[in-house]
């Protein structure tokens, strides 16, 4: 039987009134949908884990900056629908806008310092809503277990300190970012790339791959790195950089002289696509 | 036995966790300690309609502006827990700042919309604290039923609109103001006044009914009602008046023409000593 979302809070609550009664887990995926393997590892690892899962698809317009794309970001729910089916998914929540934020709502997240940097830099609205509309689904699905990409992972951290800070009773598990057999990170996004800009993308973690190799050969010098990352990314045909950095996986807090473990970040536009990619550098 | 307060998140947790196995209700009255006969009926309340009942004792310093008395707010444990006691309270919470705020700390609520008005003008950071607080505190008790009393009104709507807003699962219950026998509405911060305040405190409760009477004698015009209190508090021998209006009782808009239910409210001075009073008027 095809799955058929749930869209309204007093249903879902229903619903996991019914799983808290049995004492079961509940474990939630959040996703704008436009599904991906990304997000389908997620997906796999809440069935294996928890005696429930939901996954949720909201494209989540507080967290778009006026100039981005909340109007052509890719929405093929039957699509998404048919794949999490495929899993074995049985509950997926997909409200409509005014159901998240109905009139009057007015309550927001001032999200931690971590969002200040990078993606708060070039988004600064960005985290606010994330993390407004990911406690909301938390709240909303009664989660045990939430699980993210390490693909954001700006994102996780924000999400980490903001669950631990409002103590939320959730635990966060992370997963690693999946990627296409050349390396290209899967986002929904890709979309966007024409195969010459798809190409291009390509830079992204092969140069993620080049400071891992630098890092492993000795280098140390924060400054040296971040000026070949951006050199690399430039050769390498994208359009712009935001940020190429490499920064303490806590804090995201760059450094003259790096010690491991760090994580190397980057966020560039490939013609009209914005895409990032990171990568974590242990010994 | 005496109660000894639990004062770490974690003991917490394992004690709600304990009420949450056996499928019973968790009832909590937040306080800042202090404690009168208004959160006791609070805390009668929470015995008599939940399984279990948590107070909190908490002076949150992330509601106290920089020029206000958190140092000076009185804090009389050892009297708390006696009155507690009486009643059959069996679990209080009462953590140090840093249990509460830790190193690194950093995610804040940006209140609702009704937060910028009234005490928001004159306390603009007051809410920001109060909802951050009481949505931690929430989550640390995994509260089902939270009790409040009306003499903080504004703060109720700010809660209400919060849990809302952000889909928290737990009832809100807003207990009525309690008085003395001469008028004067409960607060842990009339032990500040003097004999001579104490009297000229009266004014408060006395405008309000003097409101109440205009009112069903027919006054509708907001700005005489208005004019008249102010009047009133100051002829009454107040230091200064925050405010004094009559309001819409969901929105705290005021109109030039009142049509019922309204709330009356007030803040003012009393020597050094800020009190709040409201009354809601219906038909």
């Not at 409509?96 to 931690?112: C, K, L």
């Not at 909303?140 to 999400?159: C, I, N, P, R």
């Not at 997963?175 to 996004?189: F, H, M, N, Q």
């Not at 800009?197 to 280098?219: D, K, N």
Request: glycine share 6%; net charge negative; proline share 5%.
């Amino acid at each position: 039987m095809p799955i058929l979302p749930i869209t309204t809070v007093t249903d879902l609550r229903r619903v996991t009134d019914g799983f808290k009664s049995k004492q079961q887990t509940i474990g939630v995926v959040p996703t704008m949908g436009a599904l991906h393997e990304g997000h389908l590892s997620l997906v796999r690892e809440s069935l294996k884990n928890c005696d429930q899962t939901i996954v949720t698809i909201f494209v989540n317009p507080t967290q778009f900056g006026p100039d981005e794309d909340l109007r052509k970001y890719p929405r093929p729910p039957g699509d998404d629908l048919t794949m999490l089916e495929a899993l074995g998914v049985e509950h997926v929540f997909a409200p409509a806008d005014n159901e998240v934020y109905p009139s009057g709502f007015s309550t927001m997240i001032d999200p931690p310092a971590v969002a200040g940097k990078l993606e708060g830099e070039f988004r600064p609205t960005h985290f606010s809503g994330v993390a407004t509309v990911v406690l909301k689904l938390l709240n909303m699905t009664q989660a045990d277990v939430a699980f993210f990409g390490q693909k954001d992972f700006q994102q996780v951290l924000v999400v980490q300190t903001m669950v631990a800070d409002l103590n939320v009773n959730v635990e966060i598990r992370v997963c690693d970012i999946v990627r296409e057999s050349d390396g290209l990170a899967l986002s929904s996004r890709n979309v966007y790339l024409s195969d010459q800009e798809r190409e291009i993308a390509l830079t992204l973690s092969r140069t993620l791959s080049h400071v891992e190799e630098m890092i492993h050969e000795g280098q140390t010098d924060g400054f040296e790195i971040v000026t070949e990352m951006r050199q690399m990314l430039i050769d390498g045909g994208v359009t712009s950089v935001d940020y190429a950095v490499v920064a303490d996986p806590k804090t995201l807090n760059t450094a003259e002289t790096i010690s491991l473990p760090v994580v190397a970040l980057i966020a560039a536009h490939v013609g009209e696509t914005r895409l990032i990619d990171n990568r974590i550098i242990t010994l």
